[in-house]
């Protein structure tokens, strides 16, 4: 059992940067795969960023690509998303999610057993 929250969100302007942290308890954390996924006022939730339990690999969405850096600390259980650059689309509530996935499902949310309750994140233009 995996518990998450997140925390870091907030209002910022176009261009503007933000870091969002994921606080995870469950001592199998550090052999979890970890995504960050958001969700837009009537839209689908969709995928952003995932890493793998060792670090080593990272994937992202082709929207924040170049933009957003995934990482994480498993010493402290924590995962972090940095966001640079941020744009008015980027607008959403976002989740972070665990679980022990292979990274052909890393940007499928139904495979996360585990969410967080998210946090907003609001870019005015």
């Known amino acids: 059992q995996v518990q998450l929250v997140e925390s870091g969100g907030g209002l910022v302007q176009a261009g503007g940067s933000l870091r969002l942290s994921c606080a995870a308890s469950g001592r199998t954390f550090r052999t979890y795969s970890m995504g960050w996924f958001r969700q837009a006022p009537g839209k689908e939730r969709e995928f952003v960023a995932a890493?793998?339990?060792?670090?080593?690999?990272?994937y992202y969405s082709d929207s924040v690509k170049g933009r957003f850096t995934i990482s994480r600390e498993n010493a402290k259980n924590m995962v972090y998303l940095q966001m640079n650059t941020l744009k008015p689309e980027d607008t959403a509530v976002y989740y972070c999610?665990?679980?022990?996935?292979?990274?052909?499902?890393?940007?499928?949310?139904?495979?996360?057993?585990?969410w967080g309750q998210g946090t907003q994140v609001t870019v005015s233009s």
């Open positions: 890493i793998s339990w060792s670090t080593e690999s990272t």
């Open positions: 999610a665990a679980d022990s996935v292979g990274p052909s499902a890393w940007a499928v949310k139904k495979t996360y057993a585990y």
